[in-house]
C-alpha cells in the first residue's frame, strides 16, 4: 500500500476526468430533457421549462409527458425511450412515486447526468427514505450522476440555461452559490438582485443523495467563469473529501462558507475535557481554518463577501486608508477597522504634506482623510491619487454620504478614473438611500463593491484580509518523530482483549512514553511495600494517587494526596487513598496506588484531542487546571498539524502572555511544549482507535527546562 | 445642604418647567426666522428655506436677508430687528464671523430658541473655539437655548417643520433620532426612506455647545408622538446628568445608543490592573447597563432596533415561536436565537397536537413550525392562531421565503389578521427582494416590523428582550454600612500634605479597615526587632514585604517572601529583601517589612475601582491573581451599586463557577464577597478623592469563612 501501480494512478486520473466532465454536462448540456413538463399554471414542471426557455438556452429541449402532444410550444415526448437522441441532460420533476422508473429509463436512455427536483424521499420520513435508497442503487450500476432529490434544481448563466423553479432567474454574474436549502435561494435570488450580486453558476444541492458539496467545489475549482464560490451548508457529506478538495480550491479562489445548524449539533454527551470544549461547532471551525474556507457569520455577510471576493483582489495586509467627507462615519470606519484587526494606516509625511497642501484647510490630511462636507469630485480625486502613492497602504476605503451640494455619480466617477489599476482593494462606502443608486451602478460597472454601511464594508474587508494570510501561510513541513508504535499496539490489543475502553494512568503513559512525550515519573505499587520502594527510587517529595480502572476523577473521590515527604507520610496516604476509594466507589477494581514524582510549581496547560465523527482528530491546546473549563482559554486544530499550526495555536491563547513570562518571571519552555503537541498530533494521526485524549495537566517548566505530562486519560473508540 | 429649602425646590421647579417648555419651541415653533434666507441655487439658506416650505409648516415664516426684498415668495426682512413680532424659533446660517452679531440680535428680539446651522466654531481649530466662547456667553447671560452651531438643523414631522439642510425630508413616524454628526443624519434619511423608517423628531446636534443630549432626552420623554429614542452619539456632555435622566426616561421608552469612538478612547495610560482592563469605553457600557440604555453595535442596528421598539411591545421573556415555509431559514433562525440568549419555546403537548391535527403530514408540529414550501395564508393562519394560544410563548417569528406558487401578500395579510391584539412580540422575517416588496408595506400599516434576515430580526429581539429585563429589574435596595469616615479623612488628609498621591498598603489597609473591609492581619516593622515581634504576634507562618511609597509592584523588585516559618527565616527573610529593594530602587525611602499573616490556599478575587472621567466610580469584580490582565474575566458597573447588582456582577463572570465549588471544592464565601463590593462602592462614592483601588487578591475562603483583602492599592486623584 505503500507505492501506487501505475495503474491504480492512471484509473484515478480516468475518474477524476470524468467525474469533471459529467459535471460539465450540469454546467453545459448540450441538450435537456424534462420529465413532467408542464403548461397548467402553478405547476413545477411548468415553471421550469418556462424558466429554461426564458433563460435564452440554446440547445435542444426535450418535454416529456405522456399526456400531451406539444406543451409551452415545444413538441412533447410520451417518454424518454421516445426521445431522438440522449440528451445531455435530464430534469426529473414527476411524482415521487414515479422517480424510481423514470431514473431507469434515462438510465436505459444512456443519460449521465440527472437533476432531480422532485421532493418526497430521505427528507420525508422513513418510506422516502427507502425510496432514496432505490435510487441511488440505479444511480450506482449505471455511472449516472445525480443533483438533488428535492431540490430547486440548477443554473448557469453563461451557458445559459435555468432549469430552476424560481420565480426569478439569477443575475449573470462571477460567483458561484451553492445552497443545501432551496428555499433560501429563492429569497437569495431576490435579495441579490436589489444588491447587484450576480452568479456564474447557482446549485440548489438538496438532499445530496450523489453529488455533494465537494463534487462541485471539485468542478468549480477549474469554472472560468467563477471567481468565488459561496455556499450555504448545513452539514458536508464526506468531512475528509471536502477538506482535501476545499485546501486545493481555496488556492485557486475563495471559498466562503455559512454553516447552519451550528448551536444545536454541540450536544454529544463526552467524557474527555476536550471533547467538552470542543462539540462539533468547533469541529467545522478548525476544518474551515485548515482548508482555507472564508467562514460567513450571517446570510448576508456570505453575500457581502462575496460580492468582495468577486470583485476585488484580496489585501495583502492590514493597514487601510480611508477618505470620507464626514467625520462621523470616518470614525464608525476606523472603530470598526480597529475591532476587525485591521488598522487605519499610517501615511508617510510626504503624503500628509500632499494632502495638506492639496486640500482646504479644515480638512484633516491625516488616516482617515476628511475631504469635507462640500468636496466634489476633483477633491475625491486629488486624495486619493496622493493616497494611492504611498506604500504602506493595502486597501483603500472612500466614503460618501450625501450632503446638499454632492453629486454622488459625479464623486463615483471620479473615483473610478483615479483608481484605474491600483494595487490595492478597493471599497466604497456609499452611505444613505435612493441618493446613491446611481453611483452605486458605476461601481459596479467598474467591479467596485459599494456597502450602505461602514461596518459592512469593514467585515468583508477583514474575511479577504483572513483568506490572504491563508494564502501567505508558509508551506507547514511535517515532523515525524521516531516512535514505538508497535508498543502503542500492545497497550491497545490488550484493552481490546479485556473489553475496556478507558485507560488508566499507568496505561496511557506507556502510550505517551512509547511516543516520546515526556512523563512525570511514575510506578505503579500494588501493595504498601511496593509503594515505600517506589517512594524511595522517586524521591520525596511525592505524590499518590488511587490506580482503578472505574476510577478516572480522582479527585472527586479523595483519590489523590500530593506532598508526601517520607515513607512515614505515604503508608498513612496509601491506607487513607485506598479506604476512601474502597467507601466511594466499591465495586472498583482497585490495582493498587500510583507514586509519581511531586513537580515543582509550573505553569499549567491541557493538550487533548477528540475526534470528530466528520473531520477526524481535533487538537487542543489551553490553559489546564481547573481553570481549563471555566476559561475556555483553547485553541483547536485537526490534526495533523506542522509546527507552523502549532505556534499559531499557542500564540491563539489568551494565556500565551502567562507562558512568555509575565511581570518578570523567566519564559516558560513553549518549545518543549510545541513538541509535544506535534508528537500527540502524530499519535492521533497512527491510531484512528484513540477516541479521546486529555494531558491535564502539562506542567511546562521555565524555557529550557522541558513539559512534564501530570496526568493523562485516554479513553479508545467503542 | 442636607436639606434643601422650599425656594430651592420651587426654583428648581421652574428652571425644568422652563425648560421644557423652551425645547417644546423647538419642536413646536409658533413662528420661525431664518436669517441668511436665501433663493440663490445650491445654497444652505436656499435649501432650509425651501424644506421649510415643503413641509408644510404651518406658522408664520420670516426671511431675514439685508440683499432682498423677497426670498421664494416670501416677504424678506432687512434685519431681526425690522421684524413685526418676536418669532419663536430663529435658524441662522449666516457666515461663522456674523453669527456673533445675529446672535445679539436676536437676544435684544428676545428670541429664545436659536439654531445656529452655520460651521466654523469649536470643531476648527482656535480661532472657532473662541469664536464659540463667546456666542456661548451671549446665550448664558441672555436665557436662550441653542441647538449647534455646525449642524444640519431640526425637523418634527408632527408640527410639521423641517428646518434642516438635508435633500430629504423624514418621513412621519414614532422615532426620534439625534444625532452628532450631520452628515450621518442625511445618510440616514436616505436609508430609512428604503426602510420605511418614519420619524418624530430629527435633530442634529452639532457642537452641543448649549443643547445638548440630556436636555433633548429629558424633552423627548414627555413627547406624545415618540416611542422610542435613537441616538447617534461621540460622546456625552456630563455623565452624571445624562446617566439620571436616560435612567428616567427609559423607564418610559426605550433609548437606544450608538456610540462611535469606542476603540480609539481606552488610549489613556493607567497604573492600576483596574484602570488598565477598564478604559473608558468600558464606562461606557458601564453606563448604558446602569441606566437602560440599549446599546446599538452598528449604525444599521441602531435603526433595525428602533423599527422593532417602535412598532412593538418589548417580549415578557425569551420563549420564542418560529413559523416558517422552509428548513433553512428556520435552522438560521434557530442557531441565532440560542447565540444570542433566547430559547425556542417548547410547546405544550395540546398546541403540538393541534398543529399536527392541522397541517400536513409532512409539516413539523414542533418549534419552529414547518408549514412547508407550499403553504398559503390559510396554513400560515391555522399555526399562528394555535401556537398563540399556548401561554408559553413571548415572542413570535413568522418567516416566509418566497416559493413559486406563494402570494406573500396574501400571508402578509393572513397574518396581521390573526395576530390581532396578541399579548406578544411579534416579528416578521419576509426573506428575499422585490418580491416580499407588497407583503413588507401590509406589515408597515399593521405595525409589524419586517426584517429580511433572520438574524436582524432575532438580533433586534434580543435587544427588546433586555430592555424588558431592564424595566423587571427590582428597584435595587441600598444599603449604608456604619463606617468610619473620618479615620479616611485623615489619611488623605495626611497624603495631600506630603503630596503623595500613591498609598502604601498599610495606609491603604486603613483606609479598607475604616470601611468594613476584612484584611489580612498585618504588622509594619521599621527594624529587625519589630519584625521578630511581629511575627510572633501574627503567628507564623507569615509573609514579608517591602514597605516604601516608592515601591508599588513589590514582586518586581524582590521585595516579597513567602512562607516564613519562624524567626531566623524572618530575619534573612528581613534583610533579602532590604537588600533587593535598595539595590533594585537606589533612591527610595524604605519604611520598613509588612508582616501579614500566611493565607490558607484560596480562591483568588480583585475588587477594583477606576474612576472614569465622565461617569465617575467605575466598579471591578473579576478572577484575580496573575491571570486578572490575562484572562480578563472581569464585570464592571457603575458605583453606587445595590446587592442586586453586585450578585449580577459576580454572575456575568465565567469564573463564578469556581466559587460555587467546581469539582466537589466546597462553595466560597460569596455573601462576603458582595458585601465586600458594597463596601468599596460606598467608599469611592463617599470619597472622590480616590482615584483607582486595586484589591488583588482578594482571598475568598470557603462557604462561611469571609474573604480577607491580601494586598491594596489605593491611588488619589492629582
Redesign the interface.
Known amino acids: 500500500m505503500q507505492r501506487r501501480s501505475n495503474a491504480t494512478v492512471f484509473m484515478k486520473c480516468c475518474t477524476k476526468e470524468r467525474r469533471r466532465k459529467l459535471l460539465d454536462e450540469f454546467f453545459r448540456p448540450s441538450s435537456i430533457t424534462l420529465i413532467g413538463a408542464s403548461e397548467s399554471p402553478?405547476k413545477?414542471g411548468t415553471?421550469v421549462l418556462e424558466n429554461i426557455i426564458k433563460s435564452g438556452y440554446g440547445g435542444k429541449i426535450y418535454p416529456v409527458n405522456p399526456s400531451h402532444k406539444e406543451v409551452q410550444g415545444l413538441g412533447c415526448y410520451p417518454s424518454i425511450t421516445d426521445l431522438p437522441e440522449t440528451p445531455a441532460l435530464a430534469i426529473i420533476i414527476v411524482p415521487a412515486k414515479n422517480v424510481e422508473q423514470v431514473l431507469e429509463e434515462c438510465a436505459h436512455k444512456g443519460i449521465k447526468g440527472v437533476v432531480i427536483i422532485t421532493a418526497g424521499f430521505k427528507e420525508?420520513?422513513q418510506e422516502g427514505y427507502r425510496r432514496e435508497k432505490r435510487l441511488y442503487a440505479i444511480v450506482k450500476q449505471n455511472g449516472m450522476r445525480v443533483l438533488g432529490p428535492n431540490c430547486l434544481g440548477i443554473a448557469d448563466t453563461n451557458t445559459p440555461f435555468n432549469a430552476t423553479?424560481?420565480?426569478?432567474a439569477p443575475m449573470r454574474g462571477k460567483v458561484a452559490f451553492m445552497?443545501?436549502?432551496?428555499?433560501?435561494c429563492?429569497?437569495?435570488?431576490?435579495?441579490?438582485?436589489?444588491n447587484s450580486l450576480g452568479f456564474s453558476e447557482f446549485i440548489s444541492l438538496g438532499n445530496k443523495m450523489d453529488l455533494n458539496e465537494s463534487d462541485f467545489l471539485e468542478a468549480l475549482e477549474s469554472d472560468g467563469n467563477t471567481n468565488v464560490i459561496a455556499a450555504?451548508l448545513?452539514g458536508v457529506v464526506n468531512g475528509e473529501r471536502f477538506l482535501e478538495v476545499t485546501r486545493r480550491v481555496s488556492r485557486t479562489k475563495p471559498v466562503i462558507v455559512f454553516k447552519?445548524?451550528?448551536?444545536?449539533a454541540g450536544a454529544r454527551a463526552v467524557s474527555s475535557h476536550t471533547g467538552t470544549l470542543a462539540g462539533s461547532e468547533s469541529a467545522y471551525t478548525a476544518a474551515f481554518k485548515k482548508c482555507g474556507a472564508v467562514r460567513a457569520d450571517?446570510?448576508?455577510d456570505l453575500f457581502m463577501m462575496a460580492r468582495g471576493f468577486a470583485n476585488q483582489p484580496p489585501p495583502k495586509g492590514g493597514r487601510v486608508a480611508v477618505v470620507t467627507?464626514?467625520?462621523?462615519?470616518g470614525?464608525?470606519t476606523?472603530?470598526a477597522l480597529?475591532?476587525g484587526g485591521l488598522t487605519l494606516a499610517q501615511f508617510k509625511e510626504e503624503t500628509a504634506q500632499e494632502l495638506r497642501n492639496a486640500l482646504p484647510k479644515?480638512a484633516s490630511a491625516y488616516n482617515p482623510v476628511d475631504v469635507l462636507?462640500d468636496a466634489g469630485p476633483d477633491r475625491y480625486k486629488v486624495a486619493i491619487q496622493t493616497i494611492i502613492k504611498d506604500p504602506g497602504i493595502d486597501a483603500l476605503l472612500v466614503i460618501l454620504?450625501?450632503?446638499?451640494?454632492t453629486k454622488p455619480e459625479d464623486v463615483a466617477t471620479a473615483i473610478v478614473e483615479s483608481t484605474q489599476g491600483i494595487d490595492m482593494t478597493l471599497l466604497s462606502i456609499f452611505?444613505?438611500?435612493?441618493?446613491?443608486n446611481k453611483a452605486e451602478e458605476i461601481f459596479n460597472e467598474a467591479d467596485i463593491p459599494n456597502f450602505?454601511?461602514?461596518?459592512?464594508a469593514v467585515g468583508t474587508l477583514r474575511c479577504m484580509k483572513a483568506y490572504n494570510d491563508f494564502l501567505m501561510r508558509p508551506r507547514d513541513t511535517r515532523v515525524r518523530f521516531q516512535v514505538d508504535k508497535e508498543r502503542v499496539r500492545q497497550v491497545i490489543r490488550k484493552m481490546r482483549d479485556e473489553h475496556r475502553k478507558e485507560l488508566v494512568e499507568v496505561e496511557a503513559q506507556q502510550i505517551l512514553l512509547a511516543y516520546g512525550l515526556p512523563v512525570a515519573k511514575t510506578m505503579l505499587a500494588t501493595n504498601l511495600e511496593e509503594g515505600i520502594k517506589a517512594g524511595r527510587e522517586i524521591g520525596y517529595p511525592v505524590v499518590a494517587k488511587i490506580a482503578s480502572p472505574q476510577i478516572l476523577?480522582k479527585?472527586?473521590v479523595g483519590g489523590v494526596a500530593v506532598g508526601i515527604n517520607n515513607s512515614d507520610e505515604l503508608i498513612s496516604a496509601y491506607e487513607k487513598i485506598t479506604d476512601n476509594a474502597r467507601r466511594m466507589v466499591p465495586d472498583a477494581d482497585i490495582w493498587g496506588i500510583l507514586i509519581q514524582e511531586m513537580l515543582p510549581e509550573s505553569r499549567e496547560l491541557i493538550i487533548g484531542m477528540n475526534r470528530d465523527a466528520q473531520f477526524g482528530p481535533l487538537l487542543l491546546v489551553g490553559?489546564g487546571g481547573?481553570?481549563v473549563?471555566?476559561?475556555?482559554?483553547v485553541s483547536l486544530r485537526l490534526a495533523p498539524i506542522g509546527e507552523e499550526e502549532a505556534r499559531e495555536m499557542l500564540h491563539e491563547l489568551?494565556?500565551y502572555?502567562?507562558l512568555q513570562g509575565?511581570?518578570?518571571e523567566r519564559p516558560a519552555d513553549i518549545d518543549s511544549v510545541i513538541e509535544a503537541m506535534l508528537r500527540v498530533s502524530q499519535l492521533v494521526t497512527d491510531f484512528p482507535d484513540i477516541n479521546e485524549l486529555d494531558i491535564n495537566p502539562l506542567r511546562v517548566m521555565d524555557d529550557t527546562q522541558g513539559c512534564l505530562a501530570a496526568d493523562a486519560r485516554i479513553i479508545l473508540e467503542e
Chains 1, 2 share one sequence.
Open positions: 402553478g413545477v415553471v420525508s420520513g423553479f424560481a420565480n426569478r445552497s443545501q436549502s432551496g428555499a433560501l429563492t429569497a437569495v435570488l431576490g435579495w441579490s438582485e436589489e450555504y448545513e447552519a445548524g451550528v448551536t444545536q450571517t446570510i448576508k467627507n464626514a467625520g462621523g462615519p470614525i464608525i476606523s472603530d480597529e475591532r479644515a462636507g454620504t450625501p450632503q446638499a451640494i452611505m444613505g438611500g435612493p441618493d446613491v450602505r454601511f461602514p461596518e459592512e476523577h479527585t472527586d490553559l481547573v481553570y473549563e471555566v476559561l475556555k482559554d489568551k494565556s502572555w502567562l509575565a511581570r518578570g
